[in-house]
C-alpha cells in the first residue's frame, strides 16, 4: 500500500519562509508532486521531482530524498495569497505514473 | 498545459437520483482520471476512464456506482448513481500533461 503523511495546518507571517513536509511510504516510486489549492478551487501544479535533490522555482522549491521517503516544499517571501492547501501526491510504479496518490494537505495560513 | 471544464459546477439533488458530470479537454489525450474531494480531505482517485475500453476503478470504488464513459479523446462522463448524503464532495476531471496532471474546476456535489 501507499502513506503519504503531511502535517495537517501550519501558519507564518507574511514575508517570512515556512516548509512543509511530507513523508511517504509506497510500494514503488515514479516521481513526487506538490499542489497548490485555495478552498473552492481545483488543485493547480507546484512542482515535480523525481530524482534527489533541489528544484527551485521562483519562490517555490521543492526536495526530494528517496532513500529517506522524504519531500518538502520551501515557500519564500510568503504572501497572503499563499494561504491555502497544500498537497504532497506521489506516483506509485504500481500504480502507473500518471494515477496519483494525495497526502492530506497541509492547510497553511499566512498573517500579516 | 491542458484546459479543462466541467459542467455542472455544482448541483443539489435528492436522494436516490443520479448525476451525470461532464468533462471536456481542448486537447486529446489517452486517459483521463476521475477524482473524488470529500469535505475537508484530499483527493482520492475514482477510475481511470480509457477511450476504446472499460474504465478502471480504485479499490472501493464500482461501475454499478460510478458508470464512467469515454466517446472520444477529449471527452468523458462520470455519473453518480443512486446518491445518498456520504456522496457530497466535490469531483473533478483530470488529464496529464508531460510531467504535470492538470485538473478540471470541479463539480461541488451536495445530497439532500
Known amino acids: 500500500g501507499q502513506n503519504i503523511d503531511q502535517p495537517t495546518e501550519m501558519t507564518a507571517t507574511e514575508g517570512a519562509i515556512v516548509q512543509i513536509n511530507c513523508t511517504y511510504q509506497t510500494s514503488g516510486f515514479n516521481g513526487l508532486f506538490w499542489y497548490q489549492q485555495h478552498a473552492g478551487e481545483a488543485p493547480t501544479f507546484l512542482s515535480y521531482n523525481v530524482l534527489d535533490g533541489l528544484e527551485e522555482k521562483g519562490r517555490f522549491s521543492s526536495f526530494l530524498s528517496r532513500s529517506k521517503g522524504y519531500s518538502y516544499l520551501l515557500l519564500k517571501e510568503l504572501q497572503m495569497k499563499d494561504s491555502a492547501s497544500y498537497l504532497c501526491a506521489v506516483a506509485g510504479v504500481n500504480t502507473g505514473f500518471q494515477k496519483l496518490v494525495f497526502g492530506t494537505g497541509t492547510r497553511l495560513l499566512v498573517s500579516p | 498545459s491542458a484546459v479543462i471544464s466541467q459542467k455542472p459546477s455544482r448541483d443539489i439533488c435528492q436522494r436516490g437520483t443520479s448525476l451525470t458530470i461532464q468533462c471536456q479537454v481542448d486537447?486529446?489525450?489517452?486517459?483521463m482520471f476521475w477524482y473524488r474531494q470529500q469535505p475537508g480531505q484530499s483527493l482520492t482517485l475514482i477510475a481511470t476512464a480509457n477511450q476504446g475500453s472499460e474504465a478502471t476503478y480504485e479499490s472501493g470504488f464500482v461501475i454499478d456506482k460510478f458508470p464512467i464513459s469515454r466517446p472520444n479523446l477529449t471527452f468523458s462522463t462520470l455519473t453518480v448513481s443512486n446518491m445518498s448524503p456520504e456522496d457530497s464532495s466535490i469531483y473533478l476531471c483530470s488529464v496529464v500533461g508531460g510531467n504535470e496532471q492538470f485538473f478540471g474546476p470541479g463539480t461541488r456535489l451536495t445530497v439532500l
Open positions: 486537447s486529446q489525450v489517452t486517459m
